[in-house]
């Protein structure tokens, strides 16, 4: 089975940054997809972004493009989230998710049967 642990959120400043990590232990499919949701207070959880474990494609929810960067290293079966210039609507628990095959929509709550507990970001 796969577990995944998040972690490296915290509170930072408006126009700061921040990266998190996600390690993943057991099986994950070269092929498989590997992304970051967030869920504020109130909202649903939305998908901000995606990267195919293997292959390096990325995919990115329109917010975030420019600012955030997912990149994994496969050696370590860890998956990162770079933020930068983080705004207030950036605020919320951050997960990790997976799935171990190809997905149709990477930004979607429905792909994925992996899950993490979440590590949270404030932005003061």
């Known amino acids: 089975d796969v577990q995944l642990v998040e972690s490296g959120g915290g509170s930072v400043q408006e126009g700061g940054s921040l990266r998190l990590s996600c390690v993943a232990s057991?099986?994950?499919?070269?092929?498989?997809?590997m992304s970051w949701f967030r869920q504020a207070p109130g909202k649903e959880r939305e998908g901000v972004a995606a990267?195919?474990?293997?292959?390096?494609?990325?995919d990115y929810h329109d917010s975030v493009k420019g600012r955030f960067t997912i990149s994994r290293v496969n050696a370590k079966n860890t998956l990162y989230l770079q933020i930068n210039r983080l705004k207030p609507e950036d605020a919320g628990v951050y997960y990790c998710a997976a799935y171990p095959g190809p997905v149709i929509r990477p930004l979607r709550v429905y792909e994925y049967n992996y899950w993490g507990r979440g590590t949270q970001v404030t932005v003061s």
């Open positions: 057991g099986y994950i499919d070269t092929s498989g997809c």
């Open positions: 990267v195919y474990f293997g292959g390096g494609y990325t």
